[in-house]
């Protein structure tokens, strides 16, 4: 292989790898500010032990991302160097706004949320966990807001020449509102709430189907489905609204996405099929006047099609289409799932129906695909171009990075990761397996000596 097409499967595996973590932190981030909430309200025991559990595995998940996070912004430089000198001054302010917007607000009370349990207030203490959060949150803003930059760039110009020309910011905020971070954001957050809120929810219903721990299941149960059902319904709004950005600002991205190839008014929407590139149609069950109707509001609405663009100008179709339609499946797939757990909760029956408790047990994998899948459909979508419009993916290749470099370092990079998802599995597993400190469950309306009491 070339070295761009190993570039890109090396940089395509290092950020795949890496997303599955801040999903999970932003998501527990979350949980955690809801569970220690309640225990403040209510006094009840059982709120802190689970905050003082879901923190040992935010931990977790906080550190192996930070680990597997920095390796991304090193292949910048090495792997992507023209680009980086291409859009250095616009990406580089992103990034820069979130080590001091994001990594400072978490570094600073992180120690007090791990760590502080004994040592400070309750109210500091939920203070410290509310920035984490927050800071969890600033981390996923500027990387959206970078992403999006590069598929929908505002806010700059052009200066130099050749080699010498570059991106400069002319207004920072044109590029934190472009015109798809907002819509992006958005639904990167309801995603990241998802993957949170369903490993609360496998765990506790293993516990249920294992008769471990029950009122800590119950009450994790709680929770977990709770966030995990407005979550998903959150996430089918966002979703609309980031494909009817995508049908104003990048149309050929949309028409790949549904392999539409001619334009059409009364355009349709394909629930379930596959692409025939050599013949340009598509195989499977439609829905006349959907598409225009999502992406317009209006069943007569024309759709561009792919034939619009000239063929160098195309993203690559059937993966585009695999990749955009798996993710929705998934998504109201989730939706079913917590909405169906959620209601049998209500009604006290859930943990008699095994067959839906071990649903919800592998209900966590389905975020994380559905995280994957919608990542690989937006930057395929935008091939071939690593800017929208302004530069093409091999034109941001560093110039003296060869192949067989790249392929030793991608060797390299695989093994390494597979011992650390070795390393994240079997502690995780350890600490489901240990479950919950019945030393966390302190008397109601007390404080765990010496927790100050102010």
């Known amino acids: 292989m070339d070295v761009l097409t190993l570039s890109r499967i090396q940089f395509g595996a290092t950020i795949a790898f890496h997303y599955i973590y801040p999903p999970l932190s ?24 689970m905050a003082r559990f879901w923190t040992k595995v935010f931990a977790l998940t906080f550190a192996i991302g930070v680990a597997t996070g920095i390796v991304m912004e090193f292949e910048f430089g090495t792997n992507w160097a023209t680009y980086s000198r291409y859009v250095g001054d616009v990406f580089g302010s992103a990034l ?33 966990t509310c920035m984490v959060c927050l800071g969890a949150h600033f981390s996923a803003i500027w ?58 929810v496998s765990v506790s219903a293993w516990y249920l189907l294992k008769k471990r721990h029950l009122d800590f299941a119950r009450a994790s149960l709680r929770v977990g489905l709770t966030v995990a059902l407005a ?3 959150l996430q089918l709004v966002s979703g609309d609204f980031s494909a009817r950005g995508v049908a104003k600002n990048q149309p050929e ?84 799932i917590a909405a169906l757990g959620f209601l049998y909760f209500r009604h006290g029956s859930l943990p ?35 800017v929208y419009h302004l530069m093409r993916t091999p034109a941001g290749l560093s110039e003296v990075v060869k192949a067989n470099v790249v392929l030793t370092s991608l060797i390299l990079f695989t093994f390494i990761y597979f011992l650390l998802f070795a390393v994240f599995i079997y502690l995780l597993n350890d600490k489901i397996q240990h479950g919950p400190d019945d030393a966390d469950l302190i008397p109601s309306g007390k404080l765990a000596l010496p927790v100050r009491n102010d």
Not at 113 to 128: C, D, E, I, P
């Open 26 to 49: 932003i998501g527990l981030g979350v949980l955690l500010v809801c569970m220690e909430g309640l225990w403040l309200k209510t006094k009840n025991p059982v709120y802190h032990q």
């Open 96 to 128: 820069a706004a979130e080590g001091i917007f994001a990594f400072f607000l978490e570094s600073g009370f992180l120690a007090v949320l791990l760590f502080g349990w004994n040592k400070v207030s309750r109210k500091m203490h939920f203070f410290s």
């Open 143 to 200: 990387i959206v807001v970078a992403n999006s930059w590069m598929q929908t760039p505002a806010g700059y110009h052009i200066v130099g020449e050749g080699m010498k020309a570059r991106a400069e910011i002319t207004d920072f905020w044109q590029l934190v509102f472009n015109p798809s971070s907002m819509d992006r954001l958005f639904h990167t957050l309801c995603g990241a709430w998802q993957a949170g809120a369903f490993l609360v």
């Open 231 to 233: 979550a998903s319904l």
């Open 253 to 336: 991205k949309l028409a790949a996405f549904e392999g539409l190839y001619n334009t059409t008014s009364n355009a349709p929407l394909t629930l379930i099929g596959w692409v025939d590139e050599q013949n340009e149609k598509i195989t499977g069950i439609q829905v006349p006047g959907m598409l225009s109707y999502l992406a317009f509001s209006d069943t007569h609405a024309t759709v561009k099609g792919l034939n619009n663009f000239a063929p160098e100008d195309r993203p690559p179709v059937q993966a585009s289409f695999l990749f955009f339609h798996g993710m929705v499946g998934i998504g109201f797939a989730m939706i079913a």
């Open 352 to 386: 008699e129906r095994r067959w839906l408790l071990w649903i919800l047990v592998f209900s966590v994998l389905g975020p994380q695909i559905a995280n994957q899948l919608g990542w690989f459909a937006a930057e395929v979508g935008r091939q071939p171009w690593i």
